[in-house]
């Protein structure tokens, strides 16, 4: 496929991003371990924001120490439309804190990015499934909000900023008016300098999260950068008491911009504020509070993650702590936030090949959630293992570990004082995707494994599905387990939960998966557990789940018109119909590929209707 210019230049941003931090990298991070946590405070002026950078990144400079990390680019439920068909809606970690998507449906029509446009289809009826518009955007489109005749599009762009150090790409908030479909009509676009972190909708208000650098590495010296945002072609740079710092961070590289927008009316509605401190990496998101972590790294350690917490209620923001925790996060489901405490799952140290040379433990942390401080502890879980999945589930918290075998435990945090192990189960493989069936039931999405013959690792095979028994937590059993082809399969479902469709009242599971299979009868001999398999098919499986029945595969949906595709792929595949997204409307199943809309019938997966996408 060939690369678009705004691809090119998107990358072209990133790179000169990373050439910026390998200046950086010439310094380490001096974090104060004794720093208990703080509240937030905001600054008086843009002399006292200088002064602040400055006093601070002397003392960096002269020890030579700063290093940072590149923030991480990238963190179903039902719904009932006027026609009164059910109709399924990102899959989301907290109920009621809507997740950008590439693809949105509000029961009638279907919205989803495909390269530079968005596209809306009309997909219900089924048999009459059309296109009904398309905007075509100057950017790199990301993700997509609908609520209430409303379309917020969020993407990568090149903004007017003339004298950015750093390139002119920042993110926007693009936002349309489609109650009329088939006119799409611009109501207003807010951008912000620098790299897209997360974003969440609450109701009618979109808060997005973006990162930027505050300082310019000159020859022996820094030059203090200020935040700026984009309001329909005005810029405005963030007044300076609506920046705020920790004293616990120890070199502010960097401003995390919350921006919140309703994106219900078309003038106002706009609010900004931002906390100097370090690069975001992901962040979890409450009703009421934004947690943004921010890894910070000791030359040689073990690193630590900073958190800070952002109150949020409408377009008012209100940034009021920080804390911080040993070790590194892997993902928006190592957090929760749960009846006044915030929760965190780390990893310290390095996993190694031979088990004697790892230094890799996994922790479990409580903090008060006002003021971030930590009142309950469990360390050194899993020794040598990394944790490679989790989910909290009110008072019980589930991870998954993996250096040879996944032990699935399960955590009692009903004192928050006071978190204990109730259980663990070891089985081959992993789970990359812990989704709860219900209260006693998980689903985990991830790889199978065969244990190596030469260290303490094993070698991952084919996809694998499996639903966990928690109803006795001391002693989980795997009561479901499905295999998908062999080494070599993938799914974007192992990174990504937006392609994880679940319902629990149908029964419903659908995956988008590509299919590698290994041919033994061109093998003499054993086959090396090593060898990847030749792509066979790539599409959207569907299972029924059940804790009576396990897991059965009902069917697959491919968009692929030969198998030529497949086969001239080599190891990478790459293909406009490629599926990445389904969802369902009525009793439609909808595939969704970059090129092409594929909708069946969800009682016999038979072929209703199609529309190519141009």
């Not at 931002?274 to 934004?290: E, F, H, Q, R, W």
């Not at 557990?529 to 009576?548: C, D, K, L, M, W």
């Amino acid at each position: 496929m060939a690369e678009s210019s705004v691809t090119r230049g998107f990358v072209a941003a990133l790179s000169l991003i990373l050439i910026v931090s390998t200046f950086l990298t010439a310094f380490i991070v001096q974090i104060n371990e004794d720093s208990s946590a703080g509240g937030l405070k905001s600054f008086n002026s843009y002399e006292e924001i200088r002064s602040f950078v400055k006093a601070r990144a002397d003392e960096i400079l002269n020890a030579k120490a700063l290093v940072f990390s590149i923030p991480l680019m990238a963190d179903s439920g039902l719904g009932v439309p006027k026609g009164a068909f059910e109709y399924s809606t990102t899959n989301i970690q907290v109920s009621g804190v809507d997740e950008a998507d590439t693809v949105k449906t509000d029961g009638r029509y279907i919205y989803m990015v495909s390269e530079n446009s968005v596209f809306i289809v009309e997909a219900y009826p089924p048999e009459n499934m059309r296109k009904a518009s398309r905007i075509s955007v100057d950017g790199y489109p990301m993700g997509l909000f609908v609520n209430d005749g409303r379309l917020a599009v969020i993407m990568y762009e090149d903004l007017p900023l003339e004298d950015s150090y750093y390139g002119s790409w920042g993110t926007s908030l693009t936002i349309y008016d489609v109650s009329d479909a088939q006119n799409p009509r611009l109501v207003r676009k807010i951008s912000v300098e620098g790299s897209y972190v997360s974003s969440r909708m609450i109701g009618k208000h979109v808060y997005m999260v973006t990162t930027k650098p505050a300082v310019i590495i000159l020859e022996k010296d820094i030059e203090v950068l200020f935040p700026r945002i984009i309001v329909n072609g005005f810029i405005l740079t963030i007044p300076a008491d609506k920046i705020f710092y920790s004293n616990m961070t120890g070199a502010p590289e960097s401003y995390t911009i919350i921006t919140a927008t309703d994106i219900s009316v078309e003038e106002d509605g706009v609010e900004s504020k931002a906390v100097l401190t370090g690069y975001a990496a992901c962040m979890y998101v409450s009703l009421s509070n934004i947690y943004v972590a921010m890894p910070m790294w000791i030359h040689g350690g073990e690193g630590s993650t900073e958190i800070h917490r952002i109150r949020i209620n409408g377009l008012k923001i209100e940034c009021e702590a920080s804390g911080k925790v040993p070790g590194r996060i892997l993902n928006q489901f190592s957090m929760d936030e749960y009846q006044g405490y915030f929760r965190i799952a780390t990893t310290t140290g390095y996993v190694a090949r031979f088990l004697s040379e790892a230094t890799s433990a996994n922790h479990v942390y409580v903090l008060d959630s006002e003021a971030l401080e930590i009142i309950g502890r469990l360390e050194n879980l899993a020794p040598g293992e990394e944790i490679y999945s989790a989910r909290f589930m009110g008072s019980r918290c589930y991870l998954v570990t993996f250096k040879k075998v996944d032990p699935l435990f399960t955590i009692d945090l009903s004192n928050p004082a006071e978190p204990r192990v109730l259980g663990k189960l070891k089985i081959p493989g992993y789970s990359d995707y812990l989704h709860p069936y219900d209260e006693n039931h998980l689903i985990g999405v991830g790889k199978e494994t065969v244990e190596a013959e030469e260290g303490d690792f094993a070698w991952y095979q084919g996809l694998k599905i499996s639903l966990f028994d928690v109803s006795n937590v001391t002693s989980p059993r795997e009561v479901g387990k499905i295999i998908l082809g062999d080494r070599g399969t993938d799914s974007p479902a192992l990174w990504d939960h937006h392609a994880f469709l679940f319902d629990r009242k149908r029964s419903l599971l659908v995956i988008p998966v590509l299919e590698a299979k290994i041919f033994r009868e061109k093998y003499s001999g054993s086959i090396p557990p090593n060898t990847y398999g030749e792509y066979v098919f790539q599409g959207a499986y569907v299972f029924r789940v059940s804790p009576e029945e396990g897991i059965t595969l009902r069917g697959r949906i491919t968009h692929l018109k030969d198998q030529e595709e497949l086969n001239k792929s080599g190891y990478y595949f790459n293909s406009k119909y490629t599926v990445t997204r389904s969802l369902y409307v009525g009793d439609v199943l909808y595939t969704v590929s970059s090129g092409k809309i594929k909708a069946n019938s969800l009682s016999d997966l038979s072929e209703i209707s199609e529309v190519e996408l141009d």
